[in-house]
């Protein structure tokens, strides 16, 4: 027998397990879906107090008050890719009408719409009109739609850059045998394969 935070799960008659007091998930879907509605505003709100405060000082220089962006978030205990991500979304839905739940959505599938793309988002609801109302609990159409947008509207030289954000494993291998030979020692196979 095992017990939780609400309830217990125990074994039944036919020795099946069966929980007692916990709430079904059926109920804890609803549950989630309606705290994540309410609270759309206040991520907005959210996204609106970073976006102020990006627009009142530049991003590691010091404002007024002595403290850059950076600092300004981190002494509001919301850490800084959250902070960005809910300015971004408050940004693209101000200026292009997008619900934050849609944006969040289509970016937790790997389709930020804050991005450079060589098309605008205004460039991208005149194709898709509808992506305003994307219906963001129906897992297939959001998927479908964010591979759409990656597809036919891909990021700009700039987005790429900003994508990338590691070192290829060759250009690593290449600088340890440069800095292998420095030493005068020659680089054997298994030196890299480590890397």
């Not at 290829?168 to 340890?176: C, D, G, H, K, S």
Request: proline content about 4%.
């Amino acid at each position: 027998m095992r017990k939780g935070q609400t309830g217990q799960i125990v074994a039944d008659s036919s020795g099946n397990e069966t929980t007692t007091g916990f709430p079904t998930q059926k109920d804890l879907i609803e549950q989630g879906k309606a705290l994540w509605h309410n609270g759309a505003s206040d991520r907005l709100k959210l996204g609106e107090i970073f976006s102020n405060l990006r627009a009142n000082q530049d991003a590691y220089k010091k404002g007024k008050d002595g403290l850059s962006y950076s600092q300004a978030v981190a002494k509001t205990g919301t850490p800084w890719s959250t902070a960005e991500r809910y300015r971004e979304m408050y940004e693209v839905a101000r200026d292009n009408g997008i619900p934050a739940d849609v944006f969040l959505a289509l970016a937790d599938n790997g389709c930020n719409l804050a991005k450079d793309r060589e098309t605008t988002v205004a460039g991208i609801l005149s194709d898709i009109p509808d992506l305003p109302k994307l219906d963001v609990t129906n897992e297939k159409a959001v998927d479908a739609v964010a591979q759409r947008i990656r597809q036919d509207y891909p990021l700009s030289a700039k987005g790429e850059k900003e994508k990338e954000s590691t070192t290829p494993v060759e250009m690593l291998t290449a600088r340890q045998a440069t800095r292998t030979q420095q030493r005068g020692r020659s680089c054997n196979p298994s030196c890299t394969e480590s890397l």
